[in-house]
């Protein structure tokens, strides 16, 4: 690569945060929204409906004017929606709500990443919130944390799911622990996507979780068949179980906190039984990934946004920390980018492994 097209790739990272909310403040401001309802609407008219000036509001539909999001009649002085008018609305409702997360947590917290690398913990919630602590305890305390993350990690969590369920076996009957299951929606589609007679989901996660957990089961009908542990992973889990599951929680640690993760699998299940994991899939060689938009997301997240900590690993360290956790490594199962909305991320995998000793 010359330099100068090494300098055009900074300039782009330059760029990146500029272009970001100028989009997102022409959803906010409700630009997006008029130009639909009213195609070949004024600037100044826009500028009306929205209590802005009309200069600001010609400076910000430059931007999607020039990416063809929207598009404009110099005769006219008009705005049509272009490739968004295309954009159905729950795709949408998806992108904005994940952009919400980028603004709300990314921006801020993001801002002292290099503090928090150096630091080991997310120094952004403590500046902007006097909280010392994770996002996922920070979220419990402060609403505009939890409304954004929350809104967007659900969203996932629907898409995700039932594509997981697919691909993992749940025998009939099985006692099933969901490890690290919030408050309770994982249960939930383990037992709506695989109920069998006495199949029962077992969520374990932090105390504070239950009162939630317990009200979502009984909003979704599923309280006879699904309950809730609390404690910590890193202290004890309950035991006798047939399936462990873990989804969207590995990534949120360093490798010696997942090794320990795997021990606590171990012990929850019997010899035989099974773990599956639902993890973002990282490439063993960068240069070849299958999903770059792994690393364009996740370490700055949860390194500078969410933990201190963390980020995705590769199949072959997962598979070499199961083995020394007494486990059988067994079927990787990706997700289809082709069968993905082009807007999500990451490409998943989901890795079963099979208990053949205690630790």
């Known amino acids: 690569m010359s330099t100068d097209a090494t300098l055009a790739q900074l300039r782009g990272y330059m760029v990146g945060p ?12 409700g630009l997006i929204d008029k130009i639909r309802e009213s195609p070949g609407v004024t600037a100044a008219q826009l500028a009306g409906a929205v209590g802005a000036k009309e200069d600001a509001v010609e400076q910000l539909l430059n931007l999607p004017v020039q990416e063809d999001f929207v598009t404009y009649d110099d005769a006219t002085g008009g705005y049509t929606l272009g490739t968004l008018a295309d954009v159905e609305g729950e795709d949408l409702k998806r992108v904005l709500a994940f952009m919400d997360l980028v603004k709300v947590t990314v921006l801020r917290q993001g801002f002292y990443l290099t503090e928090s690398v150096q630091a080991g913990t997310v120094v952004g919630l403590k500046e902007f919130y006097g909280y010392e602590g994770t996002l996922f305890g920070a979220v419990a305390e402060h609403k505009d944390l939890r409304e954004s993350w929350a809104t967007a990690m659900d969203s996932e969590t629907a898409r995700v ?17 969901d490890l690290a299951g919030n408050t309770g929606l994982g249960a939930i589609h383990t037992y709506k996507l695989n109920a069998s007679p006495g199949l029962r989901v077992t969520t374990f996660d932090l105390p504070e979780k239950e009162e939630e957990c317990l009200a979502n089961f009984r909003a979704h009908g599923v309280a006879e068949h699904c309950s809730f542990v609390g404690g910590d992973v890193f202290k004890s889990v309950p035991q006798g179980f047939d399936v462990v599951l873990i989804k969207h929680f590995l990534a949120l640690w360093d ?23 639902l993890v973002p899939l990282y490439a063993e060689n960068n240069k070849d990934s299958v999903d770059p938009r792994c690393v364009d997301f996740y370490p700055a997240f949860f390194l500078g946004c969410a933990m201190g900590q963390g980020g ?48």
């Open 18 to 29: 500029t272009r970001f909310i100028n989009l997102l403040s022409c959803f906010e401001l």
């Open 312 to 359: 995705g690993v590769k199949l072959s360290a997962y598979r070499r920390m199961l083995e020394d956790r007494g486990f059988e490594w067994g079927e990787v199962t990706y997700e289809t980018p082709a069968d993905m909305p082009a807007d999500s991320f990451p490409i998943h995998a989901i890795v079963s492994a099979t208990k053949v000793a205690d630790i």
């Open 161 to 177: 799911d039932p594509w997981f369920f697919s691909n993992v076996e749940i025998p009939a009957g099985a006692q099933v622990l």
């Open 255 to 277: 490798k010696d906190k997942v090794f320990e993760i795997f021990g606590a699998a171990n012990n929850a299940l019997k010899v035989g039984g099974k773990v599956n994991l």
